[in-house]
């Protein structure tokens, strides 16, 4: 059986839709989104083509971290609803053809979750070894902090324990100690509990330092981390055959290549590429592709059954911490010049449409681009209406506004007291007056409608998401093109980083007599010629994608 015709590996092809329940829909007037709410607007997901839902933190939190401090990793938050609702949303998703997967985040819990009450207030405890303690910080404890504008050391005293302990995170975020062989079977048990209730797969959290050992004291007579990663992934092939792991490593494409497990995939099935998003910023800066070109090179394949997951925006900070210093200025002086816009030093507390002018056609091609490079494309939720960022929201809070549905109050997001929202909506140019989702619906050239067109094209095409791709030479400067081959089919796909229009002669290799290249975005064709070459024009920031047609294909066009 072909795998390309069944869902086996459906992640391959997704289209990752990723939010937050507290800030989609509020249906109970109370400020904050619901699960209810996510339910109730599933038809703009699934219209949009989604596949995949990612939802959030959900869990009981005292959300000094958004809801990635947990209190019990079992639980539903009572202020975004109950398993129930959850269950209703797990099956209206199914019901269209959407699969669910939430964050797990078992680095570290939050400092009020009851493991750690009971761990620090006694060395008998029987979860004070779950942690990670010290009678003396070591020497390097200041050595790799997340937030260095909050935190200075990765060791804090608490005087209740009489120890340090250790947090890679915010200091009421107290690292779990995953050596630990308790801490690892809680961890199974958990993925267990929520793939019975339902879920798909994992987006996995901080996954190189949930994998880091290097606190604990025996670290030297562990085994190998990446073992506990093979177990994990089988322990869930074991429970749901279908269910995925998607994970955070944000490091350098030689070590992220581990993750994957060897040359079947054993480990994560997907591994966000931070360093493609990364090059892409700098080469939209630099209105030059060549180093969006340079990472590709770079990057390693995958294993056959695993997937990379590429991004333009996500829920954090935009980092660019994989930039050179002189790199990294670049794309502040052209996204993000002023202060407030950037955080802790490595990135941009921005969403794309204000860094790139709000410019449709910058934007509809850095989309493009998303839908067409290999890799499984993840979306922020209001990505695809083009939402803004709101500032004066505190750090990384400034992404994470509330979903702008209507140009009425409060964006249509919930009838509450402006006052009262989980997050204050952005004013001005982005505000839900003038960006919203009900408005994009009606318009035909909205930024919405060309997301579903992307969308459903991308999922036509095999060739993009299974297929070998190539990129091509050419000698326009501006111009990033490559083809993607898969069984008999061909998509190629040209796109201008510039603001100037661009011509470009690609040879096709494979082409024949008769072969034509038919635009799949708009209406067009471009005959190659006996000498397999195809000449393409594209507007200032264009983009094209192109399927080759021979005589009798069995394609779509
Ligand atoms: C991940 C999340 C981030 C969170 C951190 C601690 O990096 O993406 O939002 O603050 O983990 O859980």
Redesign the pocket.
Known sequence: MRLTETADVWWKNAVVYCLDVETFFDTDGDGRGDLRGVSQRIDHLAELGVTCLWLMPFYPTPDR??G??ITDFYGVDPRLGSHGELVELITLAQDRGMRVIA?L?V??TSDQHPWFQSARASRQSPYRDWYVWRDEPPPDADKGI??PDQEKSLWEYDEQAGQYYLH???KH?PDLDIANPEVREEIQRVIGFWLQLGLSGFRV??VPFLLDTAGALDAADLPDPHDYLRDLRAFMARRHGGAMLLG?VNLPYKDVRRFFGDEDGDELTMCFDFIGMQKLYLSLARSDPAELVKSLRERPDPPEEAQWGTFVR???ELTLDKLTDEERQEVFDAFGPEESMQLYGRGLRRRLPPMLGNDLRRLKMAYSLLFSLPGTPVLFYGEEIGMGENLAAEG?NAVRTPMQWTATANGGFSIADPDRLAAPLPEGDYSPEHVNVAAQRRDPDSLLNWMKLLIQRYRECPELSWGRYTLLEHDSRSVFAHRSDYEDGTVIAVHNFADEPAHVALAVAGAGVGVQAVDLLSDGTADVGEDGVVELDLDPYGCRWLRLIRPGDRYIV
């Open positions: 971290d958004d990635y401090d964050d985040v680095n570290h997340v937030f890679r995170f915010y975020q959290d901080a955070e996500n829920h954090d990384r």
